[in-house]
C-alpha cells in the first residue's frame, strides 16, 4: 500500500494507515494495562478481604484477653487485699507469740520456785486421799445399810398395803356371804365351800350345754343384784373381783359343739359372767375361768359324786 499520492499535480504523503496501526497498538496497551489494573485491583480486594477478616479475629481475640486481664487485675486486687489482710493477721500474730513467750518465760520462773510447793502439797493430797477412801467405805457400808433398811420399810409399807387391802376385802366378802346366804339359804343344789360360793350345773344348763336355763338367769340375776350393792360400797381404790369358775365331772364328751370337758367348763363360765355383765355389772371386776373335771370336790364315781364335781364356783377376791 503506497504512503504517497498525488493531489493537483503535488504528490503527497498518506499517514492515516500509520495512525491507525498507532492508534490500535496504543489501544492493545490499553487494555492490557486496564486488565492488569483489574486483575490486580481483584486480587488486592481479596488480600483486604483476608486482612478484614484476620483483623476482626485479632479484635475479638484482643476482647477476650481484655476481658480475662480484667478478671485477673480484679482476682489480683482481691489477692493483694487478702495479702494485706493476712500480713495484718500474721503481725498480729507475732505479737500474740511474743507476749505468750514472755508470760511462758515467767511462768517458769514461777515454776522454778512452785516445784518445791507442789511436792510438799502432793504429799498432803495423798494423806487426804487416803483418809477420803476411808471416809467414802464408811460411807458406802452405812449407805447400804441404809438403802436395805429403806427397802425393808417400802416392803413393809407394801405388805402393810397389802394387809390393809385384804382386810378391807375381807370384811366386804363377809358381807357378800351374808348377803348370798339370805339368798340361798335352804335352795338345794348351793352350798358354800371354804370362802366360795358352789352352785351344782343343773341349775344353771342343760346337759352338755353353756346356755343358762331359765332358772339359771334367775340365779346369775340375784347374784347379780348383790353384786352391784356391793360393788357401790368398794371403794374405787380397791382393788377387787368376782371370780366365776367352771368345773365338770370326768366322763369325755363324745360329739356336740366342745371338744373337751375343759372347753365346756370355760364356756359356761363365760356364759355366766357375760349375763352378769348384762345384769349391769362392770366387767373390769369379773373373771371367768375353766378348770374341766382337774379340780373335783368328790373322787367317786357314783351319780351323786359326779354331779358334785359339775358346779359353778363364786368367789369375791382381790385382783
Request: hydrophobic share 40%; net charge negative.
Amino acid at each position: 500500500m503506497s504512503l504517497f499520492y498525488k493531489r493537483g499535480g503535488q504528490e503527497e504523503v498518506d499517514i492515516w494507515p500509520g495512525f491507525v496501526d498507532a492508534l490500535s497498538t496504543v489501544l492493545l496497551v490499553f487494555i492490557f494495562v486496564l486488565v492488569g489494573f483489574i486483575a490486580s485491583q481483584i486480587y488486592l480486594s481479596r488480600v483486604i478481604l483476608d486482612k478484614d477478616t484476620t483483623l476482626s479475629d485479632l479484635k475479638t481475640r484482643f476482647s477476650s484477653v481484655c476481658t480475662l486481664l480484667n478478671k485477673e487485675k480484679d482476682k489480683n486486687a482481691e489477692l493483694v487485699t487478702k495479702n494485706d489482710d493476712l500480713s495484718k493477721r500474721i503481725e498480729d500474730l507475732n505479737e500474740a507469740i511474743e507476749t505468750l513467750q514472755a508470760m511462758f518465760q515467767k511462768e517458769v520462773a514461777l515454776r522454778k520456785d512452785e516445784n518445791a510447793e507442789k511436792a510438799t502439797l502432793l504429799e498432803k493430797i495423798e494423806v487426804v486421799t487416803n483418809q477420803l477412801k476411808d471416809v467414802m467405805v464408811a460411807l458406802d457400808a452405812a449407805h447400804k445399810d441404809a438403802d436395805e433398811q429403806k427397802q425393808a420399810m417400802d416392803r413393809i409399807r407394801r405388805e402393810n398395803l397389802k394387809l390393809n387391802e385384804l382386810t378391807k376385802i375381807n370384811a366386804y366378802r363377809s358381807e357378800f356371804f351374808d348377803k348370798m346366804q339370805v339368798i340361798v339359804d335352804g335352795r338345794e343344789g348351793i352350798k358354800i365351800v371354804g370362802d366360795r360360793f358352789v352352785f351344782q350345773s343343773e341349775l344353771f344348763f342343760d346337759s352338755a350345754s353353756d346356755e343358762l336355763s331359765p332358772e339359771g338367769a334367775r340365779q346369775v340375776s340375784e347374784l347379780a343384784s348383790v353384786i352391784k350393792e356391793l360393788g357401790e360400797k368398794i371403794p374405787k381404790q380397791i382393788r377387787w373381783i368376782l371370780r366365776v369358775d367352771g368345773h365338770t365331772d370326768n366322763r369325755p364328751i363324745t360329739g356336740g359343739r366342745f371338744q373337751s370337758n375343759w372347753e365346756l367348763s370355760a364356756a359356761r363360765a363365760i356364759s355366766v359372767v357375760k349375763y352378769l355383765i348384762k345384769q349391769g355389772v362392770e366387767p373390769q371386776h369379773l373373771v371367768a375361768a375353766g378348770f374341766g373335771e382337774n379340780q373335783p370336790l368328790a373322787t367317786g364315781k357314783t351319780g351323786d359324786d359326779l354331779a358334785k364335781n359339775r358346779r359353778i364356783e363364786f368367789k369375791l377376791d382381790e385382783r
